[in-house]
C-alpha cells in the first residue's frame, strides 16, 4: 500500500496541519483526501475507471472505492451504470453554477439575454470554455419550441456550429488544443484537412473582423443561429451569446435586426466589463 493509501486509513477525524498566518491549523485528512479523488477526476476531464482514479489519487484501490461510495451518496460523483466509470455528480454541478454565478461577465449576461430574448423572439444561449468545449450555462428560451436538444450542459462543436467557431476565433491555441482533442481525440490541425485549413483561417479572421457567426441548417437541419463573443477590457473571450430560431424565421443576415439586438447585447455586457475595475477604484478612494 503507498505512503498515501496508510495514511488514508488513519485517523479519520485526525488530519493533516496547515499554516495561516502563522497560525497552526488542524483539518481533517480523510475530508482531505476526497478531495484528492475529486481533484483527480477534475484533472482528467472525463469519465474514469476506479483504478484510474485510485492511481490518479494517490490511493488504494480498495480505499478509493470506499471514498467514491461516500461521494457518489453526497452527489458529488456519480458512476456510468453502463460504463461503469466515474464523473461529476449534481451536487459538482450545482456548485460550479455557484462559482459560475458570481463571476462578473456571467451576473452581467443575465439580465441583458433575458431582455433579449423576450425582445427578438428567440432562444438565446449563454456559454463558456469548458474542457469539452463551449458549453451552455444559460438557456433562454423564446417563440416556439426547436426540435433540438439543447440545455445547460450541451457541448458545442467547435467547427460545426456558431458557438465553436466564435470560441477558435477568440480562444488561445493551447486552450483550443485541449478542446479539439476532447471532442475528436485529435489535435485542431489533424481534424481539418490540410486544403480545408487556410479557408478555415479565413473564416475565423472574417468572425473576429465583424464579432459574429451564423449557421445555417446546422449542425442540426431546420434550425440556423447567430453567435456573438463577449470580450473583457482586454480583448479576451469571457463567453459567446447564441441566437438560435427555425430557420427561414430566424433572420441571420449580419446587418439584419436580430444580429444587430445582439452584437448591442454582447457590446453592453463587454462595456459593462470594461468599466467594473474604475468603478471598484473610485468607490475604494
Known sequence: MSKAAK?????????SETTDGGKTQRGIQSVEVGGRVLLAL?????????????????IAPGQAHAYLVSLCRLGLI?????????????????LGLMHLENQ?????AVPRVEALAEAIGFSVAVCIAGPQGPTIVRYEHAGF???????????????????????CAYLPREALAGMW???????????????????????????????????????????????AP??????????????????????VAADGPTARALLATAHDISAELAAAPSLLASSAS
Open 104 to 108: 462578473p461577465a456571467f451576473r452581467a
Open 42 to 58: 477534475a484533472q482528467a476531464r472525463s469519465p474514469l475507471a476506479l483504478s484510474d482514479l485510485a492511481t490518479a489519487a494517490q
Open 145 to 167: 419550441p426547436l426540435h433540438v436538444n439543447l440545455h445547460v450542459g450541451t457541448v458545442m462543436s467547435l467547427p460545426a456550429t456558431s458557438t465553436g467557431r466564435v470560441f
Open 78 to 94: 456519480k458512476r456510468d451504470e453502463l460504463s461503469g466509470r466515474y464523473e461529476p455528480g449534481p451536487l459538482s454541478l450545482r
Open 230 to 251: 463577449v470580450l473583457d477590457a482586454d480583448g479576451r473571450l469571457c463567453l459567446a451569446l447564441t441566437v438560435i430560431g427555425s430557420t427561414g424565421v430566424i433572420d
Open 181 to 227: 482533442a476532447n471532442q475528436s481525440g485529435a489535435a485542431s490541425s489533424a481534424m481539418t484537412p490540410p486544403d480545408e485549413r487556410a479557408a478555415f483561417e479565413a473564416a475565423l479572421d472574417a468572425i473576429r473582423e465583424r464579432k459574429l457567426e451564423c449557421s445555417v441548417d446546422a449542425p442540426s437541419p431546420g434550425i440556423s443561429s447567430l453567435s
Open 7 to 15: 495514511s488514508a486509513t488513519g485517523k479519520g477525524a485526525g488530519g
